[in-house]
């Protein structure tokens, strides 16, 4: 599986953005698609999931309220809305994609086996 991420910039505060993550290769209904970013210095920590089978989503509380996960199962693309963005969430975005991950696990890394290459998010104050 082969995951390309996009919709990357620099913004202001208050600004929204888009990301958006396509999956190509062997792909399954039962996969969860996340997103977690890593800020400069900082751990990688997670963003949002969903699973492409039922629709199930998980936030961080950062975010919990401004990003919207969603995702097309039959076309195996997943997006994050983000709303209201604060310099904070500047960051390298990951999309991932994991094959079976139970809706308590989607927070952790170690679930997703396929990771994209990042997507740069700036926000200036």
């Known amino acids: 599986v082969q995951l390309q991420a996009s919709g990357g910039g620099l913004v202001q505060a208050g600004d929204s953005l888009r990301l958006s993550c396509a999956a190509s290769?062997?792909?399954?209904?039962?996969?969860?698609m996340g997103w977690f970013r890593q800020a400069p210095g900082k751990e990688r920590e997670f963003v949002a999931a969903?699973?492409?089978?039922?629709?199930?989503?998980s936030y961080s509380d950062p975010v919990k309220g401004r990003f919207t996960i969603s995702g097309d199962n039959a076309k195996n693309t997943m997006s994050l809305q983000m709303s209201s963005l604060k310099p904070e969430d500047t960051a390298v975005y990951y999309c991932?994609?994991?094959?079976?991950?139970?809706?308590?696990?989607?927070?952790?890394?170690?679930?997703?086996?396929?990771w994209g290459q990042g997507t740069q998010v700036t926000v200036s104050s």
């Open positions: 991932a994609a994991g094959l079976g991950v139970i809706l308590s696990n989607l927070d952790n890394p170690d679930a997703y086996a396929y």
């Open positions: 290769g062997r792909t399954y209904s039962n996969y969860a």
């Open positions: 969903i699973r492409l089978r039922g629709g199930s989503k």
